[in-house]
């Protein structure tokens, strides 16, 4: 059985901005300041919610500065990602498209109280996954980095299916392609105990992983799972 939980709480950053970009028809972007108590660290996660009704509710209810508390899956799909190179010497432009991972955080429940002072919070950010390790594991010194295939449920994919663009269903097969990050103990669990096509269930807090391009563009930041249990 695979398992897909996500639980984000945190200090609404910005307003609740409806976005229609290349990947969907219609969501609302929430950004969150979470106060990490564990790691007494101050991350900044954006959530999105993609049900209609959800939508509605949180454009009523949500506001600057009240705190936030959901419960949601990470979602995954390929797309096509475009990016416009620049020549350094003539300046002429040109693009080039590769097909790419994307990810997000869809909330499908979530409370709100209004008015929360920053102090007062309590940040979570908190995941639980179950799923099959399709591919090779790549390990470094003090790191391993694992995909998990996680299947989705029939309503959540046709929920996805109804809340993406045309061009992007291509890539929407039901599972969900979920990258894994361990360090140092885990990365050495990992590289003792865990090999391709395990079934293995993690713990963890959601991050970005991203990279800079040589103009120190951010390229491709994707969801991932910095994990602290892996069985």
Do not use: W
Request: aromatic letters at 6%.
């Amino acid at each position: 059985m695979s398992i897909n939980k996500c639980k984000i709480g945190g200090i609404v950053a910005e307003e609740p901005r409806v976005c229609s970009d290349s990947y969907y028809k219609e969501a609302l972007e929430i950004v969150l300041d979470v106060n990490r108590n564990d790691i007494y660290k101050f991350e900044r996660i954006k959530c999105l919610i993609i049900e209609r009704s959800l939508i509605a509710k949180a454009m009523d209810r949500v506001k600057v500065g009240d705190y936030f508390l959901g419960n949601g899956r990470l979602i995954s799909f390929e797309c096509n990602e475009t990016t416009v190179i620049t020549c350094p010497h003539c300046g002429n432009e040109s693009t080039r498209t590769r097909r790419v991972i994307h990810s997000d955080i869809v909330m499908y429940e979530f409370e709100v109280s209004p008015g929360t002072f920053l102090p007062d919070s309590e940040g979570i950010n908190s995941a639980v996954f179950s799923g099959v390790i399709p591919n090779p594991i790549a390990q470094q010194k003090n790191c391993a980095l694992i995909s998990l295939v996680i299947n989705r449920p029939m309503k959540a994919q046709e929920e996805l299916n109804r809340a993406l663009n045309e061009e992007t269903r291509g890539g929407t097969e039901r599972y969900n392609l979920v990258r894994v990050h361990g360090y140092k103990d885990v990365a050495e669990s990992i590289k003792e105990h865990i090999h391709q096509k395990d079934r293995v269930f993690v713990k963890g807090a959601v991050s970005i992983l991203c990279y800079f391009d040589a103009m120190n563009v951010v390229r491709n930041p994707n969801n991932i799972l910095s994990v602290h249990d892996m069985r």
